[in-house]
């Protein structure tokens, strides 16, 4: 329902900064929810970055708009077994996220982070998603063509997780202003990233597990978390959490509700994971408790990566420690997330690698078999009888 009405907002969201007057449906939608002030000054902020690169934020807009409709075509077709039209819609879709990304990436290109609509951060946040977004695509494509229909899907559902930042982030557009009165734009966007990566992923995460049944997967044995790794992983997550909550609250009331946009999601999404990660242990689904508890350990880490981005960010591309805080803190659940996948699919294949060679050991001859298959045996044999005789 989101992806169908958003994408007429995606499709005219450009337009009237290439043709004042031109009809925005978001524009008209968001003057009604929040106020004309709020969108005046959202245009007015977009004018001088936009104009830069109209033409493919045109064609990145448009195309958005698209993958919104092929989206739902895809995994409802996924779902119902129709697999030509997956096929068809997962071809299209895939060259759409090419086309449309190769658009995003123009307009990151020819603005400096600092110039960018919402500054720096917003710009770093954009521009791992559309690392992300292209990744999660190209990885999903290559799953399918060599026939793992379990990491296609994964991959291809992060991949629509990435991409459903930008619905998502207008409908923060429309709630965040009554929460946060007086806002403006730039701060209602840096509230916002604060967790979008991690809801994106998260929602990834839930679709992925629903979508598959299975409670084991061939090969599987053991676990590449066990308690040990999984009690560092809490360590050092507790120690990112706790640096990056100091040096939040060192950054006045500003610095306060950033880090409370970050904290609550973060505890609901762990609260969720480590729940479903001990109630699959409970009924035997060890496949489902693998998964849960790689994404448990990558979502610990997360705030760890976000620590060690913070002063990396500062001194490479000397950002002020507000702004620095702001980007690390939004990419790292979405970072850890893409590597969590990654790891998840790189357990899938080694379980299948492991059944293959088992396989192959199964049917190997072996001793006297061996012996009496090779012809110099089978002579040997033959003469040894007659001797015998």
Same mark, same amino acid.
Request: contains cysteine.
């Given at each position: 329902m989101v992806c169908l009405a958003y994408a007429p907002i995606a499709v005219t969201e450009i337009w009237p900064y290439a043709s004042p007057g031109a009809p925005a449906l978001g524009e008209w939608l968001l003057g009604r929810s929040v106020s004309p002030e709020f969108v005046a000054?959202?245009?007015?902020?977009?004018?001088?970055?936009?104009?830069?690169?109209?033409?493919?934020?045109?064609v990145h807009s448009v195309l958005g708009g698209l993958l919104m409709l092929l989206g739902p075509v895809q995994l409802l077709s996924a779902v119902r077994r129709r697999v030509r039209l997956?096929?068809?819609?997962?071809?299209?879709f895939a060259v759409t996220v090419y086309v449309s990304m190769a658009g995003a990436a123009l307009y990151l290109v020819r603005t400096p982070p600092e110039q960018a609509f919402s500054g720096a951060a917003f710009w770093i946040v954009l521009a791992t998603i559309l690392v992300?977004?292209?990744?999660?695509v190209t990885l999903g494509v290559l799953a399918a063509v060599r026939g793992l229909p379990d990491l296609h899907q994964r991959w291809m559902l992060l991949c629509y997780g990435f991409l459903m930042t930008a619905p998502l982030l207008r409908l923060e557009w429309g709630f965040l202003p009554s929460l946060y009165p007086g806002l403006s734009i730039q701060?209602?966007?840096r509230v916002a990233i604060m967790h979008l990566g991690s809801l994106v992923s998260f929602g990834a995460?839930?679709?992925?597990?629903?979508?598959?049944?299975?409670?084991t997967v061939p090969g599987l044995t053991g676990t590449w978390c066990p308690g040990p790794v999984l009690v560092a992983a809490h360590l050092a997550g507790a120690a990112g959490l706790a640096w990056i909550t100091v040096a939040f609250l060192g950054q006045g009331t500003g610095g306060r509700r950033l880090l409370l946009a970050y904290v609550v999601p973060y505890a609901v999404t762990y609260a969720v994971i480590a729940v479903r990660a001990a109630r699959a242990r409970v009924r035997g689904a060890e496949w489902a408790r693998e998964e849960?508890? /790689?994404?448990? #350990? !990558?979502?610990?880490l997360a705030p760890a990566f976000s620590a060690v981005a913070v002063p990396v960010l500062e001194r490479t591309m000397g950002l002020d420690r507000l702004t620095a805080l702001t980007a690390g803190v939004?990419?790292?659940?979405?970072? /850890?997330?893409? #590597? !969590?996948?990654?790891?998840?699919?790189?357990?899938?294949?080694?379980g299948r690698e492991l059944l293959k060679r088992?396989?192959?050991?199964?049917?190997?001859?072996?001793?006297?078999?061996?012996?009496m298959a090779t012809p110099g045996a089978v002579s040997a044999a033959a003469v040894s009888g007659e001797g015998d005789r």
């Amino acid at each position: 329902m989101v992806c169908l009405a958003y994408a007429p907002i995606a499709v005219t969201e450009i337009w009237p900064y290439a043709s004042p007057g031109a009809p925005a449906l978001g524009e008209w939608l968001l003057g009604r929810s929040v106020s004309p002030e709020f969108v005046a000054e959202a245009v007015r902020d977009r004018i001088g970055p936009y104009s830069r690169s109209l033409a493919p934020l045109i064609v990145h807009s448009v195309l958005g708009g698209l993958l919104m409709l092929l989206g739902p075509v895809q995994l409802l077709s996924a779902v119902r077994r129709r697999v030509r039209l997956h096929r068809i819609a997962g071809t299209a879709f895939a060259v759409t996220v090419y086309v449309s990304m190769a658009g995003a990436a123009l307009y990151l290109v020819r603005t400096p982070p600092e110039q960018a609509f919402s500054g720096a951060a917003f710009w770093i946040v954009l521009a791992t998603i559309l690392v992300g977004t292209v990744g999660s695509v190209t990885l999903g494509v290559l799953a399918a063509v060599r026939g793992l229909p379990d990491l296609h899907q994964r991959w291809m559902l992060l991949c629509y997780g990435f991409l459903m930042t930008a619905p998502l982030l207008r409908l923060e557009w429309g709630f965040l202003p009554s929460l946060y009165p007086g806002l403006s734009i730039q701060d209602i966007n840096r509230v916002a990233i604060m967790h979008l990566g991690s809801l994106v992923s998260f929602g990834a995460l839930l679709a992925s597990r629903a979508l598959d049944r299975r409670a084991t997967v061939p090969g599987l044995t053991g676990t590449w978390c066990p308690g040990p790794v999984l009690v560092a992983a809490h360590l050092a997550g507790a120690a990112g959490l706790a640096w990056i909550t100091v040096a939040f609250l060192g950054q006045g009331t500003g610095g306060r509700r950033l880090l409370l946009a970050y904290v609550v999601p973060y505890a609901v999404t762990y609260a969720v994971i480590a729940v479903r990660a001990a109630r699959a242990r409970v009924r035997g689904a060890e496949w489902a408790r693998e998964e849960w508890r /790689l994404h448990l #350990a !990558a979502l610990l880490l997360a705030p760890a990566f976000s620590a060690v981005a913070v002063p990396v960010l500062e001194r490479t591309m000397g950002l002020d420690r507000l702004t620095a805080l702001t980007a690390g803190v939004g990419i790292g659940c979405g970072i /850890l997330a893409y #590597a !969590a996948v990654t790891v998840v699919s790189l357990r899938v294949l080694y379980g299948r690698e492991l059944l293959k060679r088992q396989q192959a050991s199964a049917e190997r001859p072996t001793g006297q078999e061996a012996a009496m298959a090779t012809p110099g045996a089978v002579s040997a044999a033959a003469v040894s009888g007659e001797g015998d005789r």
